[in-house]
């Protein structure tokens, strides 16, 4: 088990390095420090969304509300800094937005029982709504954001702007929750053998609930960050940006049928989608090709995760089929 | 029948005296919108009673839905039928579902004609666009190539691949670059009109040619995108982003000198040339394809096969004016 995992993470690097490779030979440039350390901040968001998403599909669910999550904290995290908030407000506040967002998933789950796909599907509409009516379809710019709003991601400490470390914290903390804590081991448990889990105590309900509400903070604080990154507030932020956390999870070895996965995978996924989009503008593809390469990448990624679990699930399969002949 | 003949009597006089009260009255030109409470039609508003002041006779009403429906703009039509104004200049919700309205319109008499959102030929007489395509293809190599005198590499950062607009203007620009020497267009890009695709491409773009001096990006999520690449890069002064976008959400860039300048069709201008026309048709012009028919300050329009004109090169904003529009639109 622990080998499987191990090779399958092992796989993705190789390909992540062989993928790295190809670019370098087309765009030398891209393999500099500095080009590697900005594919990395721009690929942080996704992976402290992804961190969020992970859980939640840990648990057997999905959540399609981030990216609207992620714009409707980031509008308000806008327009409180335009009112005068000060920031030291503003971001606690948009994670706590961000939290009560996924607790409306969360609950919807676990107290009315809708399928999650159902539930974000609604709410992530919803969401977006809620900002047109906010602001009547008008964007907050640069100019109408405070100069510390803006500059906090964007701060260099260490070599490495504010917001890769605030991705490497997340990633970090995220790392030992999973592994060592109560609640990142029922996550597993509840997405692997649900009905195991309920005779070892673990309310299956509870611990969705607080899968959503973890993804939704995150995605709140992601909302302040990529507001404040591109300088721009309005309806469609980040419009169809889930697609990519879900891919980025899948890719990962995420598995969409829950309890298999953990934080390294993940993190891999951002990374192996992070180069993609970071790579295919400077290596002179055409537009019309960049949407079939990156799609074809996705699939081959997740094939090869496919294959590498194949023997496991045929192993289960059949011993069970056998069982029951016999 | 003596009444019957007294009433007819009474109904022409009435009739009479109005269209005598009329002619020494103001012309009645109704300013139709969208919808109220938008910047960019407030200030054509504004366009509008700048037009009315110069010509003296005219009324000016300013009017629309309270949101961007056509059913609502039909409302407004019928009100404006029953009040007897005289022209009707509509910048339209829906191309088709205001024909019927207008043509109303049209057999009372009534002006009508279409700026800015056209409505189809057969429900006005002739429709303003804002700008042309070659002027908005020329406009947008100009603006790059003012700010480099030694001429250089320029990239184009678009919306999507297979955005009509855009690719038009792209197409357009691309003919009239022999005519700006030494400007050499290394390469065009799509950011699909999302911020942080469109950040990464102007990255991408910065990165594959050290030598770019301009990004021209026809499109307002584009050009805002790539200020902030340039900002963020440390290249202001290096690389100058221009293209198309608004004034309100460009104020910072220009600010931070990552834009020069920018462009895009001034809606005070435009409000204007729409009153002036209509005027001019009320007051006898023929709006028939080829003709010419005054704008006041804006010149003339030359209506095409379609009855169809464009009023002027868009508007260029920089440093000097983008305080005094960017609370306009």
Redesign the interface.
């Given at each position: 088990m622990k080998a499987a995992l191990t090779s399958r993470d092992a796989l993705l690097t190789y390909a992540i390095i062989a993928m790295t490779a190809v670019i370098a030979y087309r765009?030398p440039?891209?393999i500099t420090p500095s080009?590697l350390a900005?594919t990395f901040n721009?690929t942080a968001p996704l992976m402290i969304l992804v961190i969020g998403q992970m859980i939640v599909i840990l648990t057997k669910c999905i959540d399609l509300s981030v990216a609207a999550t992620l714009a409707l904290t980031g509008m308000v995290a806008a327009l409180m800094d335009g009112a005068g908030v000060p920031l030291a407000l503003v971001i606690p506040a948009a994670i706590a937005l961000g939290a009560m967002l996924g607790m409306v998933n969360g609950l919807l789950v676990w107290r009315v029982g809708i399928p999650s796909i159902v539930v974000t599907l609604g709410t992530m509409t919803i969401y977006r709504g809620v900002i047109f009516l906010m602001t009547d379809g008008k964007?907050v710019?640069?100019?109408?954001m405070s100069d510390a709003f803006k500059a906090l991601p964007?701060l260099h400490v260490l070599g490495l702007p504010v917001m890769s470390w605030v991705a490497i914290a997340v990633i970090a903390i995220f790392a030992v929750i999973m592994t060592r804590t109560v609640l990142g081991r029922s996550f597993y448990a509840v997405g692997g053998n649900p009905h195991a889990a309920v005779y070892a105590g673990i309310d299956v309900g509870r611990t969705q609930f607080a899968a959503f509400s973890i993804s939704g903070a995150l995605a709140g604080l992601v909302g302040y960050l990529?507001v404040s990154?591109?300088?721009?507030a309005y309806v469609?932020?980040?419009?169809?940006?889930e697609l990519d956390v879900v891919a980025a999870c899948v890719i990962g070895g995420i598995s969409i049928a829950g309890g298999i996965g953990g934080v390294r995978g993940a993190i891999l996924g951002c990374i192996f989608l992070g180069i993609i989009?970071?790579a295919?503008?400077?290596i002179?593809v055409s537009?019309?090709w960049q949407m079939a390469i990156s799609g074809t990448a996705i699939v081959l990624a997740v094939a090869v995760n496919a294959l590498q679990n194949r023997p496991k699930g045929r192993l289960i399969l059949k011993t069970t089929e056998t069982g029951a002949r016999a | 029948m003596s009444i019957l003949k007294k009433i007819l009597t009474t109904a022409a006089l009435t009739s009479a005296m109005m269209a005598g009260a009329a002619q020494a009255e103001n012309v009645k030109i109704a300013l139709v919108v969208k919808a109220l409470g938008i910047g960019f039609f407030e200030a054509a508003a504004k366009g509008a009673e700048e037009a009315a002041k110069e010509l003296g006779d005219v009324e000016v009403i300013y009017t629309g839905p309270t949101d961007t429906t056509a059913e609502g703009q039909i409302e407004v039509i019928n009100s404006l039928i029953a009040q007897g104004v005289n022209a009707i200049a509509i910048s339209a919700n829906d191309k088709d579902a205001l024909v019927p309205a207008l043509q109303k319109a049209m057999e009372r008499g009534i002006t009508v004609i279409s700026w800015d959102s056209g409505v189809a030929p057969e429900g006005r007489m002739m429709h303003l666009n804002p700008s042309s395509n070659a002027l908005i293809g020329n406009t947008i190599i100009k603006l790059a190539a003012d700010n480099m005198p030694e001429g250089g590499e320029v990239a184009i950062l678009s919306a999507s691949?297979t955005a009509t607009n855009q690719n038009i203007w792209i197409e357009e620009a691309k003919k009239v670059l022999p005519n700006y020497a030494g400007v050499t267009l290394v390469?065009t890009?799509?950011g699909d009109d999302?911020?942080?695709k469109s950040?990464?491409?102007a990255?991408?773009?910065i990165?594959?040619y050290p030598n770019l001096k301009a990004i021209i990006a026809p499109t307002t999520v584009g050009i805002?995108?790539a200020?902030?690449a340039v900002t963020?890069g440390g290249l202001i002064g290096k690389v100058n982003v221009t293209g198309l976008g608004l004034p309100?959400?460009?104020?910072?860039?220009v600010?931070s000198g990552a834009t020069k300048s920018f462009a895009i069709w001034n809606p005070i201008d435009l409000g204007y040339a729409a009153t002036m026309l209509s005027y001019n048709i009320v007051k006898g012009a023929k709006a028939e394809a080829g003709a010419e028919i005054g704008m006041g300050r804006m010149g003339t329009a030359k209506l095409d096969d379609n009855n169809e004109a464009a009023m002027s090169d868009p508007f260029t904003y920089d440093a000097s004016n983008i305080a005094d529009f960017?609370s306009i639109f």
């Open positions: 765009f440039a891209f080009s900005n721009d964007w710019n640069a100019h109408e964007r990529w990154r591109y300088a721009v469609d932020v980040a419009g169809g940006f989009k970071n295919l503008p400077v002179g537009p019309f | 691949a390469d890009v799509y999302l911020a942080d950040y990464r491409e990255q991408g773009l990165a594959k805002l995108a200020s902030q963020d309100s959400e460009m104020a910072g860039a600010e960017k």
